[in-house]
């Protein structure tokens, strides 16, 4: 039986390192923008893209060390999204995980530059020259594409903006809220999932299986985060609970009712689990993440 | 003998044609964040990098068609980063080339997206598959590795973040301003014509040389920035002359004089020319764009 709480712990432990040993190496690490890069990215968030990487990596035969990289690239993209997301002219947020967001704690133009330097850090880190020994030219630039793809404005950045456009228009339909979900976090999620495979020289078949796990599993989180703004428990969260209420935001509760949206995130995990019946036990982390993202934080 | 002005009219159409495909094929060209990335990138800048990255694979003995790709992604990046830097919590600037800045145009939310998302594609840009039949994996991925490093926290993030400090703090040492512009102009510039040529397949010698050319023209385009400033036409400059003076910024005229900082400009390009002095008359376009850098908008 697997434990995934031991599981995460680990994974998490190594994501960290790796990420501390990036930002050490930095010409001048104690500089500003290094400062404010890494007040966002070592926060103690969950790690949910990079450890999904190294499992999805692991599931189909790889060696998650291989995958290290396109992990920490993975967090810094998530970390700089949450950076520009939080700004006063996006969501205007003072708090994230429990401490003052980035702008707060610095300034609008330094979190701006923080998150700008996040993302290219990202492509510096999947580009190094020191990476390349191990895995092919080819791959990386497959992932690079994968990622890049990802995070763009066919994906995470399209996401933020009909988020943003929502919150001016007001209610959405079901059928556009599903889509502004699987885009702005969705489409990270999934090229998380995928990177890891195809570092891992997952096959074809295998590939498409995971696209299914991944999807699920990304809409699933959402619908939960919903979820648990509603009746979360605001220490927990490190936000406060019902602020999406409080500005009228659509959300899969306001949407559907609570029963019927827990309803929804549990059959998104159930499928999720189903396209993962080809995989022997390497699998069973994702499984288990599956599981995990609906009860969490509860 | 080189006529720069049709030289440069036929690598910009170029371009832009180039840049004009990508957002065309968009999976929705319409929607509002493609519609600000566009108004930002096609908004008749003078396109130098792009045009020094094919000039520099050409001197190489490269084809400037196959470093395509590398132009538009170093607009997109510059483009991107013009965007940032006007915001209102950075420089807060309303004209750009005589237009309104993007943040202007549209809002502040939808600018900040706007350039995460043509940060974004110009990596998309650099590890798409088409790419790959003309040009080996391995020299993409050492591609976007020069370009990621210039663009991000050791190059021109960096640049940027120490301006805006500098503009708090009051006045520079002249090696403090130098090293600001490196850092904020200097570096992408450099990974501009670095790129072209490793595109092109340049030798080491002539990478070398070709950095000593990008390093002297790229000061001398920020030394003659700060000199048209003083003395340039608002109309030709896109926006108000004497703004840096207005704002008691260090510029390379308030610490050297007019005088001396024409004359630093020149000696820079005289540099920048000699150090192609072993390259041939593929080299011309790159020994004219030096001279023209210094005699535009005059």
Redesign the interface.
């Known amino acids: 039986m697997l434990d995934l709480k031991l599981y995460l712990l680990d994974k998490r432990k190594q994501i960290d390192a790796s990420l501390h040993r990036i930002l050490e190496t930095?010409?001048?690490p104690t500089?500003?923008?290094?400062e404010a890069?890494r007040y966002a990215l070592m926060s103690g968030g969950k790690r949910l893209r990079p450890v999904l990487c190294l499992a999805a990596c692991e599931s189909v035969g790889g060696n998650a060390e291989h995958a290290m990289p396109v992990a920490c690239a993975l967090e810094m993209i998530h970390a700089?999204s949450l950076i520009?997301d939080d700004?006063p002219?996006?969501d205007d947020d003072c708090l994230r995980r429990g401490r003052p967001t980035c702008h707060i704690a610095f300034?609008?133009?330094?979190a701006?530059?923080a998150?700008?330097?996040l993302?290219?850090?990202a492509?510096?880190t999947?580009?190094?020259?020191e990476i390349?020994k191990k895995v092919?030219?080819?791959h990386?630039?497959?992932i690079?594409?994968v990622i890049?793809?990802a995070?763009?404005?066919?994906g995470m950045?399209?996401g933020?903006?009909r988020d943003?456009?929502a919150e001016r228009q007001g209610c959405l339909l079901l059928s556009e809220l599903e889509e502004l979900h699987l885009l702005k976090t969705g489409a990270l999620i999934e090229a998380s999932v995928c990177s890891g495979a195809l570092l891992g020289q997952g096959s074809f078949d295998q590939i498409v299986s995971l696209k299914v796990y991944s999807k699920n599993i990304g809409l699933a989180f959402q619908v939960t985060d919903d979820i648990l703004n509603v009746e979360g428990d605001p220490l927990i969260m490190g936000k406060g609970a019902g602020t999406d209420q409080h500005r009228c935001k659509s959300t899969y509760p306001s949407l559907l009712g609570l029963p019927e949206a827990k309803e929804v995130a549990s059959r998104l995990i159930a499928h999720a689990i189903e396209s993962l019946e080809r995989f022997d036990h390497k699998a069973n982390p994702l499984r288990a993440i599956a599981s995990y993202i609906i009860n969490r934080n509860r």
Chains 1, 2 share one sequence.
């Open positions: 930095a010409p001048r500089a500003r923008i290094v890069m700089y520009h700004l002219a996006m300034d609008d133009a330094t701006i530059l998150g700008d330097a993302l290219t850090l492509f510096e999947l580009s190094s020259r390349r092919h030219a080819e990386w630039l497959d690079i594409s890049s793809v995070a763009g404005y066919k950045v399209e933020q903006m943003m456009l």
